[in-house]
């Protein structure tokens, strides 16, 4: 069946006037068109107002239209909760961002002088895992992405290699950082970093949709499937065993709770104002952003001048994710399932100033 030809479905609660959610739909309809995309969901909020949509299938078989409501792996946005519960920990004066990992994780972290601020940042130097052939969730593994996987089996593949650099004196994003960071909240509380990310934030906040699946292999329904590409046809990537990801990005989420997520953190509902602006206290990193505490700082260039964006942006095979606010009310949260090839910047970057920039 033609992605071109499949219907969408909205949900609308009060949509923002000032937003062109028409322009918004538009825009995913065009990278169905365009085969960037197999489906496309959105949530957009302006102050109280709010509207979500959904374009393309849920399933390249059935063809069956995805759903505004549909679950999806949310990558590495699972690095803004374990930051978020790590400063939550620093509120309650159980640990500083200047502590070095040694004082509470003995004999983990070859360098102990890292400190948490460095694992946060991405400013550590530690390996990432991920880079070795067989362990990255951005590639297909066929049966091996049912393997189950312990965190010290993550960090014995990433501290087999040496450093990077020196503890603070680059950027590199790696995932060990937020191996051990999930390592260091179970240590703080004795609980698993899930229920504490389920203490701490879904429950208080309802987000009754967003999961820590922890070796569970499928999405609850409803949910749009993801692919890869593997030519001449494509493979169905959507189960696989989340642990090769742990707190790095292995949570479970839908585009309306990552958009209260995000809009309750930078609005300083879930930690002191003094954690968050260290949280928002960035680096230099990458060109297409700046990187905090686990949040990622965006510009998103406006007719009438740049604008400030904060979030986190979460890849993993078969699923990409945009989570995004502005801290004045605005957020935007894409879930986008890539087919031919993943969505550039460019495509992307417009539905960000249609949110960010409505004067334009």
Same mark, same amino acid.
């Given at each position: 069946?033609?992605? /071109? ?29 365009? %085969? !960037? ?12 107002? =709010? ?15 995805? @759903? ?28 500083? +961002? ?8 003995? &004999? ?18 530690? !390996? ?21 996987? @312990? ?30 960071? &999930? ?25 009754? =949709? ?12 409803? %949910?749009? =499937? &993801? ?26 989420? /839908? ?9 309750? +953190? ?45 979030? =986190? ?25 890539? !087919? ?8 992307? +970057? ?11």
């Amino acid at each position: 069946m033609l992605l /071109t030809t499949l219907l969408a479905t909205v949900l609308t609660v009060t949509p923002p006037a000032a937003i062109s959610t028409t322009e918004l739909h538009d825009q995913l309809e065009g990278l169905v068109a365009d %085969h !960037y995309i197999t489906a496309g969901l959105i949530h957009v909020r302006d102050g109280p107002n =709010h509207w979500s949509d959904a374009v393309g299938v849920r399933d390249l078989t059935s063809g069956a239209p995805a @759903t505004p409501t549909g679950h999806f792996r949310i990558g590495s946005v699972t690095k803004t909760f374990v930051a978020t519960v790590l400063l939550q920990l620093v509120d309650e004066g159980r640990l500083d +961002l200047d502590d070095p990992i040694e004082r509470h994780l003995s &004999g983990v972290v070859p360098n102990g002088a890292i400190t948490v601020r460095q694992l946060l940042q991405h400013t550590s130097g530690l !390996y990432d895992y991920m880079s070795e052939p067989g362990y990255s969730t951005n590639r297909w593994r066929g049966d091996a992405r049912f393997d189950d996987y @312990t965190p010290q089996d993550l960090l014995d593949v990433a501290f087999a290699k040496g450093p990077l650099f020196d503890p603070g004196t680059s950027w590199h994003y790696s995932n060990t950082n937020y191996v051990v960071a &999930g390592l260091l909240i179970e240590k703080l509380t004795g609980r698993p970093y899930g229920e504490e990310v389920a203490r701490r934030i879904l429950r208080p906040l309802k987000l009754t =949709h967003t999961s820590v699946p922890g070796h569970r292999s499928t999405l609850p329904n409803t %949910h749009a =499937h &993801g692919y890869e590409p593997l030519p001449p046809t494509f493979v169905d990537a959507t189960k696989m065993d989340p642990s090769l990801d742990w707190a790095a990005g292995e949570m479970i989420s /839908t585009t309306e709770d990552l958009a209260t997520f995000v809009t309750a +953190l930078i609005d300083g509902h879930l930690t002191s104002q003094e954690s968050l602006t260290e949280m928002q206290r960035t680096t230099n990193a990458d060109p297409l952003f700046r990187y905090g505490l686990g949040l990622q700082e965006f510009t998103i260039p406006c007719a009438n001048g740049p604008r400030t964006v904060w979030g =986190h942006t979460g890849q993993l095979i078969g699923y990409l994710t945009v989570t995004l606010t502005d801290g004045e009310n605005r957020s935007l949260v894409l879930s986008l399932n890539p !087919y031919e090839q993943d969505p550039p910047t460019e495509t992307v +970057l417009p539905m960000a100033a249609t949110v960010f920039c409505p004067e334009s």
